[in-house]
T-cell receptor
Framework: AQRVTQPEKLLSVFKGAPVELKCNYS??????LFWYVQYSRQRLQLLLR??SRESIKGFTADLNKGETSFHLKKPFAQEEDSAMYYC???????????FGTGTQLKVEL | KAGVTQTPRYLIKTRGQQVTLSCSPI?????VSWYQQTPGQGLQFLFE???????NKGNFPGRFSGRQFSNSRSEMNVSTLELGDSALYLC??????????????FGPGTRLTVL
């Protein structure tokens, strides 16, 4: 069965420091990976997807099939990046997503 | 365009009761998915409806059911409520097709508390 693991419940960094939110997945086929973000008192929203290979708000994520990882990175953290981040896996058919348990990112001044 | 709306936003029920939650997708969206969000388990997929048919189902007991109407609005029902059903229930809508191509837009959720 597919599974997504986000090992850190809370990640605290200083403003301007690099950020890396870890995500590992378990799936034997060809996965599609997403990062969703939930800012305080806002709805869950898509941040980026690996097939787009784009940078959103300075964040990037590369799918590493060998290590079954899809870590989210940003070179310089900003205060507005503070939020809950969820990694999600799609394995085909419809819109069923398997989410990790999320990592709370706190950017301190 | 108006976003996904969910009603009610808050609900308090007692054990053994049943509850119905409603979700109105973004206009033109035909897929509606439901997720349960709890602090311990995170987001867990319940089911997805597309064109009034259940297209996907998660690993939840039969007490959890849903349906979709011809206008794409969806309802989910939980019967014989248990304390463990206390959670935030999120609805997400998307266009035709699957998650490979279409972004899912989430609603604000319905906070269900079972006493």
């Amino acid at each position: 069965a597919q599974r997504v693991t986000q090992p850190e419940k809370l990640l605290s960094v200083f403003k301007g420091a690099p950020v890396e939110l870890k995500c590992n997945y378990s799936y034997s086929g060809s996965p599609e990976l997403f990062w969703y973000v939930q800012y305080s008192r806002q709805r869950l929203q898509l941040l980026l997807r690996h097939i787009s290979r784009e940078s959103i708000k300075g964040f990037t994520a590369d799918l590493n099939k060998g290590e079954t990882s899809f870590h989210l990175k940003k070179p310089f953290a900003q205060e507005e990046d503070s939020a809950m981040y969820y990694c999600a896996l799609f394995t085909g058919g419809g819109n069923k997503l398997t989410f990790g348990t999320g990592t709370q990112l706190k950017v301190e001044l | 365009k108006a976003g996904v709306t969910q009603t009610p936003r808050y609900l308090i029920k007692t054990r053994g009761q049943q509850v119905t939650l409603s979700c109105s997708p973004i206009s033109g969206h035909r897929s509606v998915s439901w997720y349960q969000q709890t602090p311990g388990q995170g987001l867990q997929f319940l089911f997805e409806y597309f064109s009034e048919t259940q297209r996907n189902k998660g690993n939840f007991p039969g007490r959890f059911s849903g349906r979709q109407f011809s206008n794409s609005r969806s309802e989910m029902n939980v019967s014989t409520l248990e304390l463990g059903d206390s959670a935030l229930y999120l609805c997400a809508s998307s266009l035709e097709g699957d998650a490979s191509y279409n972004e899912q837009f989430f609603g604000p959720g319905t906070r269900l508390t079972v006493l």
